[in-house]
């Protein structure tokens, strides 16, 4: 029985112990990037969530799918998002964010966009 193993590519190569193959030929280096990020509403209702494609998603948010949260309440303004390389860190970060209250997510948006415009233009 042949034991499955997992490659992990480097950005300065390497072989692989199991096969000797030099796997970055085969696999090439990928940079992740994920985001959690906060959209308003005019009248400042929050929405808090996590994402790979921050442009697409809000994107996604400003369809207005019927049903949604952000159509219900018309929430599409980008106002606060945070960069993490691990899809772990941006979970556990959203879940910290969503345990605050009102206020306090209001001063973390107020500290680096006090007036609110909406960030996704620049993206």
Do not use: K, L, V
């Given at each position: 029985m042949v034991t499955p193993f997992v490659v992990i590519p480097q950005r300065s190569g390497g072989i692989c112990f199991s096969c000797g193959l030099d796997y970055t030929a085969i696999v090439p280096y990928r940079e992740y990037e994920f985001f959690v990020y906060i959209l308003s509403s005019r009248s400042r209702t929050l929405y808090i969530g996590v994402t790979g494609d921050l442009r697409v998603r809000v994107l996604q948010h400003r369809e207005k799918r019927?049903?949604?949260f952000t159509a219900r309440y018309n929430i599409g303004r980008l106002v606060h998002f945070?960069?993490?390389?691990?899809v772990l860190n941006a979970i556990a970060r959203e879940k910290e964010l969503k345990d605050w209250n009102r206020a306090r997510i209001i001063e973390l948006i107020e500290?680096?966009?006090?007036?609110?415009?909406d960030l996704a233009a620049d993206l």
């Open positions: 019927p049903g949604s945070e960069r993490f390389q691990y500290s680096t966009n006090p007036t609110w415009q």
